[in-house]
């Protein structure tokens, strides 16, 4: 498996050159990594009019993952969401409309603010966590052929935070009728096309997807892939670079570059073997947690999900009790933990993840919180309400206040209240269980 982005720098830094070039570092290590970051000098291909070494990369990410292209970003998914969105929506007649599932990431939120694209949210029955957004084809469906106007494309989550995944296949059939594409954000399931068979959105019937390779392959933070699909308009393929260099820095990290691109050989060279085999030792450590009275929630593969609350801890209490055995986790919140495991992992790892359940006992269940979230009422539009004049206010004065940006940590980032709805009591209530103490809000009049 050929790795020329590596090996082009590789080659670069074993020369010996004189670097009259960005960055201001000349390779001279202070992390350590300075010898291999570089700029686009000559032979190291442009990202976003990639034609050498870039391209050669992408095009064996193509062939991993059987697409009609794999675009690199090294801003995270957060870049290929914007660039979905303006591909999804390009040649739209009118301000495009998108129908998204409302567990969206703020990054989706901010790219239809730029784009001033409008947002219809299709809400779970019943809300359960701000971060699940159950929505069947059925619901698809009757959403569908209820909206006044046409959306440029269905937008879902899958896999969320708490590891549920979504029926892309039969959501797409759905999306195909409607002749609308179905743009899925994948962060958290690049390693998905390597099970077997695969469970990857692109193979599922998805139009595009993003991966965040780094939150489950071997790479660099910021390290991630836009998919388009064989099946998807060619007009996307056509466009995408563009549409990524629209939200891009011009100067992309090479360290992250470089990584995307070893990493394809780590794919190449028995990955899904060994995700196999992670994955057989994930179940075994679920099943010790039922033996112990923990019984994980059903999740994708490779993330362990606790309802905390049920077994009388909130979150936050299991995570400092398993950092006291050097165990550290994703996420947590009042009722859940959630633990994100890979083939890298050590069998250390795995050793202090089987050990730690038999040093804690359950307890009564914690009274269950009200997480459902109120529809939003629409005040102004996103681009209006992030883009406008804006002040900064204590959460407890914001009923009735229009919110402007969206206020919640990564993670979850999943917007408590959408920029342009009204902020309800109710709404105020979820910023404080999060302990979010501060909110942005819309000095627009309505």
Sequence with gaps: MKTPIADFVSDYQASGAS???????????LLGAEPWDITEIDGADVLYSANGIIEESEDITSSLFHTAHSFFSAEGS???IKAMLMLATQNAGEKPLILAARNAHKAFIYGAALLDIDVEWLYPEPFSHLCHCEISAQTLKKCLMNLKRKPCAVYITSPDYLGHTADIRALSDVCKKFSLPLLVDNAHGAYLGFLSPSLHPIALGADMCCDS?????????????????????????ENARNALALFASTSPSYLILQSLDLCN???????SARLSHCIQKIEAIKEKMKESGFAPEESE????VLHTAKYGYTGDEMCCYLKKFRIVPEFYDREY??????????EKDFERLTLVWDTILPKPSLPPLLYKLERGKSCLSLR????????IIPVEKARGRICASPTVSCPPAVPIVISGEEITARAIEIFQLYGIETVAVSKIQR
Aim: aromatic share 8%; proline share 7%; hydrophobic share 35%.
């Design 337 to 346: 933990l959630v633990l994100m495991i890979t083939p890298e992992n050590s």
């Design 301 to 304: 593969p490779l993330k362990i």
């Design 213 to 237: 390779a780094h939150k489950t392959l071997p790479v660099l933070t910021g390290g991630a892939y836009l998919h388009i699909s064989k099946q998807a308009p060619s007009h996307y393929t």
């Design 19 to 29: 670097r009259f070039h960005m960055p201001g570092h000349k390779g001279k290590a």
């Design 384 to 391: 209006k309400a992030m883009l406008g004049a804006q002040e």
């Design 78 to 80: 957060t870049l290929a």
């Design 265 to 271: 050989r780590y794919l190449s060279e028995n990955y």
